[in-house]
């Protein structure tokens, strides 16, 4: 019984019941019209004016002269630059030796708790600075959004949905792998502070699930979780809590107040104060922007 | 000079993909090509900065036993800055894709030239 099912929809699957000629993958890619007055058809096959070609003309003629000229002079000044620099995997050259990066290395341990050196500049010393780049995703969101959004009452197109979700080798893998890679993803993210990861890399990981997952299933049971709503939501959280975070150290430091994050035993999971929820913070805004950027692109909404 | 060239030559690969960046950038006029352009410019600027960080025989940095010696470790502060601009390298990618779509919906066509020629259209009909 399984056993006819299974090769039924194998063969419906080997006849194609879509196809894919370029009409229907055309009107997939080209998306909708942009409102506003559309340029008339022919405007391609006109011929250029006399004034406008003569300046297309010595446009195109210094164009490549002059940028073969700035090539040359930057892949010279930067040649030259290597010439000057120390030799490749010297131990002594200022960059390897200064102060900080010696103050990072000795006292990064007890200071903040992070056995992962560069878990511990990146959010506890430079966490200002991280918290900038979780705003810099945060704003290209917003940017694509402005962009690329279109009205939630845009009725579905079946051609692209039927293209899209009847893959039977994407979907079985899919099915295989998707538990894993989000797994994965988590670990990466909770390790941040004991070993090669971290927020932004965890996050990257997940939010490759989930696409995975939204391009080989129905997208509406990942919209169930996921859609415009819970993703302000959760970034908007993320995000706050963050600067929340960052405030409360700033405001202890800059007094002298003991705070309530402590960086415990170096080693364990609960320790590095702050570490492991900002990690989990700049996880979720990266997972859900990654997503995101896929589902904007591919289909207009989140 | 052929000697430190060589001895540098981690860092003469990432000039090389600077350059090839940056001709992509320049020479092409499809506007995906440059966004690929500008990515490699940006790969090739992270691979300057960990070349300059890594010191050979060290260990990375994350601290085994306990033994926080500086010589023991490679320079944790270019991971750190690279982290940063991958994450700023995906949102202007992000941005730049978003308004060259908005650009095609509109003219139908990736083609730089075109573009300026039928926007130069667009003013001289509205003069």
Redesign the interface.
Known sequence: MKKRKIREFLREWDEGNFDFTMETMGDLH?????P?R??PPD??NQP?RKA?ASE?KAF?ALY?VL?VL??VS??GF??IT??Q?P?????D?P??TSE???R???????ETGA????AG??LDY?AF??LG?SH??F???V??MI??LLPEEEKENREEYRILHSDLILKNTARLLVPFILMFGVYIILNGHL??G?G?SGGAVIGGGLILYAASFDRRRLQKVLNMNTYRLIVLAALSFYSLAKCNSFFCGANGLETIFTTGT?GAIFSAGLILPLNIAVGIV?SCTMYG?YA??TRGRI | ?LS??W??????VA?VL??VG??TL??HKNLLKKIIGLNIMDTASYLFLT??????G?L????SG?N????L?V???P??LV??G???S???T??I???S??L??????LNL??IY??V???QEEED
């Open positions: 080209q998306g909708p019209e942009d506003g559309l340029p405007w391609k250029l406008e297309v195109r490549p940028s700035l090539l930057v892949i930067l040649l290597v010439l620099l030799p490749f995997n010297s131990a050259t960059a390897n900080v990066i010696e990072y290395v000795a006292k990064g341990l007890t056995v992962n050196i560069v500049i990146i430079r600075d991280t780049e810099v995703l704003t290209a969101v940017a694509v962009l690329l070993g090669p971290g932004f170096p990266v950027f904007i692109f | 000079m430190i060239l001895n540098n030559r981690i860092q003469v000039v600077f350059a940056l001709t320049l020479l070349s300059l960080g890594f010191i050979e060290r990375s940095p994350i601290v306990g926080t010696d500086p010589a470790y320079n944790p502060l991971a750190g982290l940063t991958i994450v700023v995906v949102s202007v992000a941005v894709l978003a308004l779509m908005r095609y919906r509109r003219y139908r066509t030239d075109e020629r039928m130069h259209r667009e």
